[in-house]
């Protein structure tokens, strides 16, 4: 009877460990989501003059140096943390 509990331990385990990393992936995914809503804002309100039917060059221009910039210095900032905390840093 012993190994029938410490199997179905094993399993209820598995299963928790699963759906760990399930949530993980999944407010990865939000986070993502966030980061790109939070983009598409900015350079939405910095390039956008007045919406028409098509973008110009400009615009277009515009918006891809934004989300470039946006993206670099996001990474950077995370890069920055990271290492901050891999030294002890943060508290």
Same mark, same amino acid.
């Given at each position: 009877?012993a190994f029938d509990? %410490?199997s179905a $331990?094993?399993?209820? &385990? ?6 760990q990393?399930?949530?993980?992936v999944? !407010?990865q995914?939000? !986070?993502f !989501?966030a980061?790109? &809503? #939070?983009? +598409? ?11 028409? $039917?098509?973008?110009? %060059? ?6 891809? $140096?934004?989300?470039?910039r946006?993206?670099? +210095? +996001?990474? #950077?900032? +995370?890069?920055?943390f #990271?290492?901050?905390? !891999? ?5």
């Amino acid at each position: 009877m012993a190994f029938d509990l %410490s199997s179905a $331990s094993a399993s209820a &385990n598995a299963e928790a460990s699963e759906l760990q990393r399930m949530i993980a992936v999944e !407010q990865q995914k939000a !986070q993502f !989501q966030a980061q790109v &809503n #939070t983009f +598409t804002d900015v350079c939405w309100d910095k390039c956008m003059d007045k919406p028409s $039917s098509k973008l110009d %060059s400009r615009t277009e221009t515009c918006l891809a $140096s934004c989300v470039e910039r946006f993206i670099d +210095t +996001t990474l #950077t900032i +995370t890069n920055r943390f #990271t290492h901050m905390a !891999q030294k002890g840093g943060m508290h």
